[in-house]
């Protein structure tokens, strides 16, 4: 029997979501727990067009959860995820996360490291705090991740040669 029963799969709108989505699945399979696909609008007013407005910024964040939970909704569709639950909420990337992971009741959290500053990367930075969450939180290196932080480590080392 697993010790995790709720995990939360936080996917972002880059090429690794798919990924990382897959080997969430297939822990949680493995683990038979319940998995939900979590995912942060982050939106900052102020880059709308000089223009008559279209949306009011409040209509422009409904419309954008909508559309980011029927990404998801396809992408579980896409690799016959099965039943999982898709939560999509605006906000700061960090507190939203953690706030849906708390009111989910989630074990673990499993994240892309997506490697491009630090151990896991700029994105993910939000874990390097010292903070102690009540979750779990599991970091998957990808292909993409893995090729970026090997080409960095490769031209750091070409110089000493």
Not at 4 to 23: F, H, N, P, T, W
Request: net charge neutral; glycine share 8%.
């Amino acid at each position: 029997m697993s010790a995790y029963r709720r995990v939360i799969c936080a996917v972002d709108q880059s090429g690794q979501r798919k990924e990382v989505l897959r080997r969430a699945l297939r822990f949680a399979r493995g683990a038979n727990a319940q998995l939900a696909v979590a995912s942060v609008v982050d939106y900052q007013p102020g880059f709308e067009s000089g223009q008559y407005p279209i949306m009011t910024p409040a209509e422009f964040k409904r419309e954008t959860v909508k559309h980011v939970t029927a990404q998801l909704s396809e992408l579980l569709a896409g690799i016959e995820a099965g039943p999982a639950e898709i939560l999509v909420a605006a906000g700061e990337t960090r507190k939203t996360l953690i706030d849906m992971a708390v009111s989910w009741r989630a074990d673990l959290v499993i994240v892309g490291a997506h490697a491009t500053l630090g151990l896991l990367g700029n994105d993910a930075g939000w874990l390097e705090s010292r903070e102690i969450l009540p979750f779990d939180v599991l970091a998957f290196e990808t292909r993409e991740s893995f090729a970026r932080s090997a080409g960095r480590m490769v031209r750091a080392l070409v110089p000493s040669f």
